[in-house]
Structures are given as C-alpha cells and as structure tokens.
C-alpha cells in the first residue's frame, strides 16, 4: 500500500488495553488518509528497519524490543518518534525530589542482571517486603520535599503510582541520552516541562478525536452525573464518596463505572450522561482520551481543578472547580441547561473540527519535517 509520498511508517502500542489497540487502529487509518503506508507492529519487530519512521505511542518502559534492537543498530534505521501519553512525577519537584526519585526509579530488583535477580529471590525470602518497604521510605522522604516546594498534591498518591512514573521518567532519559529517539512528543504542559528539565525538548500534541472515541446518538439523557474511570485510588474513592454524599439529598444520582465498557457499549452509556465527573488519578495531570470520549458524545465535562488545561479551555469547552466546589458547579448546570448546552456545544465543535486525531498526527509529522500533501485543518 503506497502513500502519496510513499513514506513507510510503522506504528506501535504494545498495549492489551482495547482502548490503546484501537488507538493502534486509529492512527494507521489517519496515516493513511494522508496519504502514508503505516503498518501496526508489534514492540522489538526488526520489520521496523525497513520503515522510513517509527512511531512509538505510550509508556517508553513497553518499547525495550525497540530500546535493544535500535540502541545498538549499526545500519540505517528509520527516524524515530515518542509520543508520550502517560503520566510523569509533578513539574514541581525540587532538585533535590528528583534525585531522590531517580534512586526509587532503581529501586527494583528486575533490574538486575537475570542471575542475580534469581539468586536475590532465593536467597531473601520477603524480597517484594524489602522492595516495597524501599519504595515507601523513598517515597515519604519526596513527600517532605514536596510538601517543602510548594507540591502539595504529591503526597495524595502512593509509592507504586510514583515509582512507576519515576520508572517512566528515567527509562526515556536514559534512551533518549542514547541517541535512537529522535523526537519526543508528550500532551500536556506540565509533561512538556518536567522533560525540559531533564534535557529533553519535547513538543506538545494532544490525542486527537476520532469516531471510536464516541458520537452523539438521539437518546434519552437519563443520567444526572456520570463518573467513568478506575476506583482503585483511595483518592477517587474518597471525593466521589464526598460529592455522592451532598449531591444524594438534593436528589441527584452519581452513577460510577469503573470497568467494562468499551466502544459501542460506553458510547451508548455517555449519552446517557448529562454531567460527565472527572476526578483526577493524577491530581497534577490533564486527561485526555476520557475528555475526548465525553465531549463527543454530547455530555459537559465538569473536571478538578487543574493550573493548565490546554487546549481546552474552562467555561469554553468543560467546567473545572476546586473540589470542594465540585458539587455546587453540578447542581448549577443540570438546573441551567441552556448553559450547560452552549459548553457542550462549543466543545463538540473543537474536538470535531479542530482538535483531531489527523490533525495530531500532522503536526508531528510537520514537525519531523516529514512531508505529505494534506494540509492541516485549522
């Protein structure tokens, strides 16, 4: 399959998620609809060699195929992008965080050479204790720091959910210092800057819509407040029991969704909606494929305050309070629906016409200087 131009692009999400292999789908139909000969593989595939570009979307830690394969290639390779749509540690963090957080990054006995990782787990017993006792003393001293710094919401997540932010931080510094990661894309400011601080330029480009992400469908809206997402944070958990706890007297239902719906069945779910919640997993992180999903099928988004939300915009494109206001902003819209429905509108627009996923993927094709005939839409 040849592309206008004829540029070869491989494409990788070494993800299980359905969401993320859709993702996969989606953009090797974007690429070539502008006019590119994509092909979806797998992480370490050496077909890549044979690529004019790579284009890497996820967690850097998931691509150690393509670390190994490329790291130490000694003939052409293609040109190399990251697109980078996971979360990182808070930008806030002094220096002094951060290099606590490089030695919790380390702190994992997988890293060792095969044989002695073998030997460590014969040899102690509670070796995951140790680990995780590690891991926590690490994480209580970033705490201080953080509190110190003025990075108040740091301490509201756990070890793990660091350590494996840090782990991401640190794989993609250690690879891009490399050499075979020629560009790096992340979508959000606040990633954009902590990469600046490690010496990586990144560029900004956010996940785009497209059709899988939802679409209006002429149902009733039968649902007060929608709240879609994981429930194993003990930080969601203790907001969504706050808000449900004002919001049940004024008789307005929360409903809450923590799995199970995908595509069609999630699509038909959000039109239900009229108020989509978001409370944040990463109190310092934008969302963005679940703004995208609620958006598109027609629900206002009211989300936790955040210090940067580009490129949406509140009171244009969502709704975002502190949270103890959070209740207060949803009984304000589901008794003004005319303004609810000028937000919801507007937003629809944008992701619709502006904010696309072929639109994503031509700015960092633009910016690679990889050209091709299709303009972006403004």
């Known amino acids: 399959m040849n592309g206008n131009n004829g540029s070869r692009v491989c494409v990788s999400i070494p993800s299980t998620k359905e969401d993320k292999l859709k993702l996969g789908q989606m953009l090797c139909q974007t690429f070539v609809d502008l006019g590119f000969s994509p092909t979806l593989v797998d992480d370490g595939n050496p077909i890549a060699l044979e690529s004019d570009v790579l284009l890497l979307v996820g967690d850097g830690r998931c691509f150690e195929g393509y670390a190994k394969l490329l790291g130490n290639c000694n003939q052409t390779r293609p040109l190399t992008i990251l697109w980078l749509i996971d979360p990182l540690p808070p930008p806030q963090l002094s220096e002094r965080g951060w290099q606590i957080g490089l030695k919790l990054a380390k702190c994992d006995w997988r890293r060792l050479p095969p044989p002695w990782a073998k030997l460590i ?73 902590i990469l600046k601080t490690f010496g990586i330029d990144a560029k900004i ?114 709704i975002q309070a502190k949270l103890p206001e959070l209740p207060n902003m949803i009984c304000h819209y589901l008794e003004h629906e005319d303004e609810r429905q000028a937000i919801v509108d507007s937003a629809y627009k944008f992701v619709t016409k502006k904010l696309t996923l072929r639109n994503s993927i031509s700015k960092i094709m633009q910016t690679c200087n990889i050209n091709h005939s299709v303009p972006i839409l403004k």
Request: aromatic share 12%; charged share 25%; with cysteine.
């Open 121 to 193: 787990r014969a040899v102690l017993p509670f070796s995951n204790d140790i680990q995780k006792a590690a891991r926590w003393f690490l994480n209580y001293k970033i705490q201080k720091d953080a509190i110190a710094n003025n990075c108040p919401a740091y301490p509201e997540i756990g070890a793990h959910e660091f350590f494996t932010s840090m782990t991401r931080l640190e794989w993609l510094k250690r690879n891009f210092d490399k050499g075979w990661i020629d560009y790096v894309f992340t979508t959000t400011i606040q990633r954009k800057q």
């Open 205 to 318: 480009v956010p996940i785009g819509y497209h059709p899988y992400w939802g679409r209006k469908l002429s149902i009733k809206r039968d649902i007060d407040v929608l709240f879609i997402g994981n429930l194993r944070s003990k930080r969601r958990r203790w907001i969504l029991e706050n808000i449900e706890e004002k919001l049940s007297p004024k008789g307005i239902n929360l409903t809450r969704v923590d799995y199970g719906y995908y595509g069609e069945q999630r699509t038909t779910l959000i039109n239900r909606a009229k108020i989509v919640l978001d409370i944040l997993r990463i109190p310092w992180e934008m969302p963005g494929m679940r703004f995208l999903m609620s958006i598109s099928c027609g629900a206002l988004v009211i989300c936790e305050h955040v210090e940067d939300t580009a490129p949406y915009k509140p009171g244009i494109h969502f």
